[in-house]
């Protein structure tokens, strides 16, 4: 079993892009050993199947630039947060982004445990602020009161910049074209 996943470490799928065909190919970490043909590779690794047909075709360029996340096969739009619903508000679409933990499960995981900056920001969607030195039972009798009145959550537009969801751009492929881009 070691042996496993000793050689998955070392031989795990990933995509490798040839710089003078721009043609993105599946391959091993590193280097298969030479006894271990392609075909053997995904039970090589401990796969039920070649680590190929995981993928909906050969067509890989939509996976190494993220377009389509590849754990969840789905476009990476789809996966960047919940969006809005009737319930939060009924003048946006349902295909905008919700603000940052602005839709939390109190009956799930209670205001009482929930850390400080999380409250904040489930606040700041209501445009509720409060100052950082605001003492955290303090902050989850806010949250409280506010979950009581059942606080209808802003539009996107009145919603401040500190409460938006990062998306999947700081995985964007950036090419700076010198000595370390061809990897």
Not at 83 to 103: G, M
Request: hydrophobic share 30%.
């Amino acid at each position: 079993r070691f042996s496993k996943v000793r050689h998955l470490i070392k031989h795990y799928p990933v995509f490798k892009k040839c710089m003078q065909t721009n043609e993105i190919h599946l391959v091993p970490l590193t280097p298969l050993p030479t006894d271990i043909s392609d075909d053997d590779w995904g039970d090589y690794i401990g796969f039920e199947k070649h680590p190929s047909t995981y993928f909906n075709s050969r067509e890989y360029k939509p996976y190494y630039s993220m377009s389509i996340v590849a754990s969840k096969n789905s476009p990476r739009e789809s996966l960047l947060g919940p969006r809005y619903s009737q319930r939060e508000s009924t003048s946006v679409e349902p295909t905008e982004l919700l603000p940052l933990f602005a839709r939390l499960d109190f009956d799930k995981d209670p205001i009482d445990v929930q850390p400080t900056p999380v409250l904040r920001a489930h606040l700041l969607a209501r445009g509720l602020t409060s100052p950082q030195n605001t003492s955290p039972d303090k902050l989850r009798e806010l949250v409280h009161s506010v979950h009581e009145v059942k606080r209808k959550v802003m539009d996107p537009s009145d919603v401040p910049e500190p409460a938006k969801w990062v998306g999947f751009e700081p995985l964007d492929e950036v090419e700076i074209g010198d000595e370390f881009d061809d990897w």
